[in-house]
């Protein structure tokens, strides 16, 4: 057995859920690097065109081509799955989170792969939570149509258990090791965490700063670096998300840099603004294309576990507010 067939074999059976810009990508780098994976939609016609025309992922260092097996997802599992990757939005995840559970089987493990925060409730009424993990990723994936997607960033993915700690040595972060080999095989930049908090909440910190403002303004993410008006508002945003992780229980600065965390993550905001400068973000795209953004489970989610804590969260709030307005006011959908 040549090296790459026994690392894809050791992940064991990967189903992907959701058929959108992120599911695509991995399940067609997945499949052409050997992996036995499917891919799971919503739709029976996305199924259809998938089983009909395969899958086809175009990134700069080339066009890959992969026959995934789709299934839709009211169809019936082909066997249990060691692993579930879930790519759906927040808004999703209600929906998705049986259709995991039936994948999964009893002793199946699922990653969430999602931005933003309240994913890890719904889906802790489905699956326990010794068995939930959480992908935090800067790649970058543009769905072009139902079985194309543009590989449009190089990134990294860490990947970590969403309750750390107690799990033993056969679980938590140990047992991600063959998933996080079959997924570098498959060409992602990837690392096991034995806490994916402070990735998840440093993550949250950026999208809270660059999507509401980039999406109310209408302008791609490196406009934010040149507009100095709006740095107090993007350091506000982000004091107050690292005062709501504090409040629960996460270390955000796993650096030794010394820097206050706040200074850090503005940092980090601007590095990736300066990285994407070109990109129009998620919540920019979603307002032009008429979907719901994902603002509850983000700057939403930020004061409303603020308000819980007894803090205070005025600029997220403000900030959330604003983008249910536009979303009022251009789609006339109801904040
Ligand atoms: N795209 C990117 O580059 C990145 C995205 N993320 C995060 O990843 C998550 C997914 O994003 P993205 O892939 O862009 O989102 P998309 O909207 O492109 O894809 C979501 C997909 O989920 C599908 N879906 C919805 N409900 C179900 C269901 N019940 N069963 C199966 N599939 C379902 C949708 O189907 P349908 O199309 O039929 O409605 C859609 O194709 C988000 O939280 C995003 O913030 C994180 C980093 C990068
Ligand atoms: C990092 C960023 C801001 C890149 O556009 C993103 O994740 C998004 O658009 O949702």
Same mark, same amino acid.
């Given at each position: 057995m040549t090296r790459k067939v026994k690392e894809a074999a050791a992940a064991g059976r990967i189903a992907v859920v959701g058929g959108g810009s992120l599911g695509l990508l991995l399940a067609g780098r997945l499949a052409a690097a050997g992996a036995d994976v499917r891919l799971v939609v919503r739709t029976a016609a996305q199924r259809d065109r998938l089983r009909a025309e395969g899958l086809c992922v175009e990134a700069v260092d080339?066009?890959?081509?992969?026959?995934?097996?789709?299934?839709? /997802?009211?169809?019936?599992?082909?066997?249990?799955? %060691?692993?579930? #990757?879930?790519?759906?939005?927040? *808004?999703?995840?209600?929906?998705?989170?049986?259709v995991c559970a039936a994948w999964l089987g009893g002793t199946g493990r699922l990653v969430a792969w999602l931005n933003g925060l309240g994913h890890e409730e719904v889906l802790a009424r489905w699956v326990e939570e /010794?068995?939930?993990?959480?992908?935090?990723?800067? %790649?970058?994936? #543009?769905?072009?149509?139902?079985? *194309?997607?543009?590989h449009t960033g190089r990134g990294e993915t860490h990947l970590g258990p969403m309750k750390p700690g107690g799990e033993g040595p056969a679980g938590g972060a140990a047992a991600l090791s063959p998933l996080v080999a079959v997924l570098r095989r498959a060409g992602f930049a990837t690392c096991a965490k034995p806490d994916i908090r402070p990735r998840m909440w440093r993550k949250l910190a950026v999208n809270c700063a660059i999507n509401p403002l980039t999406a109310l303004l209408g302008v791609p993410n490196g406009a934010l670096v040149d507009a100095a008006e709006l740095h107090p508002v993007m350091r506000a945003v982000v004091e107050e998300v690292a005062a709501v992780a504090a409040a629960e229980g996460v270390v955000l600065?796993?650096?030794?840099?010394?820097?206050?965390?706040?200074?850090?993550?503005?940092?980090?905001?601007?590095?990736?603004?300066?990285?994407?400068?070109?990109?129009?973000?998620?919540?920019?795209q979603d307002l032009e294309r008429g979907h719901p953004t994902e603002i509850a489970h983000l700057n939403g989610a930020v004061a409303s576990r603020a308000a819980r804590r007894g803090l205070a969260a005025p600029v997220n709030a403000t900030l959330a507010q604003l983008v249910r307005a536009k979303e009022a006011l251009v789609h006339g959908r109801k904040g």
């Open positions: 080339g066009t890959i081509r992969a026959c995934v097996p789709a299934f839709a /997802a009211a169809d019936p599992p082909d066997g249990p799955v %060691e692993w579930v #990757l879930l790519c759906v939005k927040q *808004r999703h995840v209600a929906d998705a989170a049986p /010794a068995r939930l993990y959480a992908a935090v990723t800067t %790649e970058g994936a #543009l769905r072009m149509d139902a079985v *194309r997607v543009h600065g796993d650096d030794p840099v010394g820097a206050p965390i706040a200074d850090r993550l503005l940092d980090e905001v601007f590095a990736v603004c300066r990285r994407t400068a070109a990109n129009r973000s998620s919540m920019l």
